[in-house]
Nanobody, 123 residues
Framework: QVQLVESGGGLVQAGGSLRLSCAAS????????MGWFRQALGKEREFVAV????????TYASSVEGRFTISRDNTKNTVYLQMNSLKPDDTAVYYC????????????????WGRGTQVTVSS
């Protein structure tokens, strides 16, 4: 059974950092672009970052550009999201997702999803 499991969320003060991880199982991980998305309470799911299957290309939402870094380790079937200079507006449930086609920013193009990890940034 294909599975993505996120970890690393928590409560942090504004200006702090967190590193999210997403471990994949039963997935040909190195053939998938991997994305991070987030959904705040009462809001639509939004794109955060995506990394190509080989890791050479990354794309970020403008709201996180320069503060967040996506990376992957295909030997560990894991994708990461390093989040620095966190703001209260970053508070959301963060999801990782897999896409076999391309480094898409549209969440509707992603086939496999994790269950999410909560990130809360206090002011």
């Amino acid at each position: 059974q294909v599975q993505l499991v996120e970890s690393g969320g928590g409560l942090v003060q504004a200006g702090g950092s967190l590193r999210l991880s997403c471990a994949a199982s039963s997935l040909n991980f190195s053939s998938y672009a991997m994305g991070w998305f987030r959904q705040a309470l009462g809001k639509e799911r939004e794109f955060v970052a995506v990394i190509s299957w080989g890791g050479s290309r990354t794309t970020y939402a403008s709201s996180v550009e320069g503060r967040f870094t996506i990376s992957r380790d295909n030997t560990k079937n894991t994708v990461y999201l390093q989040m620095n200079s966190l703001k209260p507006d970053d508070t959301a449930v963060y999801y990782c997702a897999a896409n076999p086609r391309n480094s898409a920013t549209n969440y509707r193009l992603y086939d496999v999803w994790g269950r999410g990890t909560q990130v809360t940034v206090s002011s």
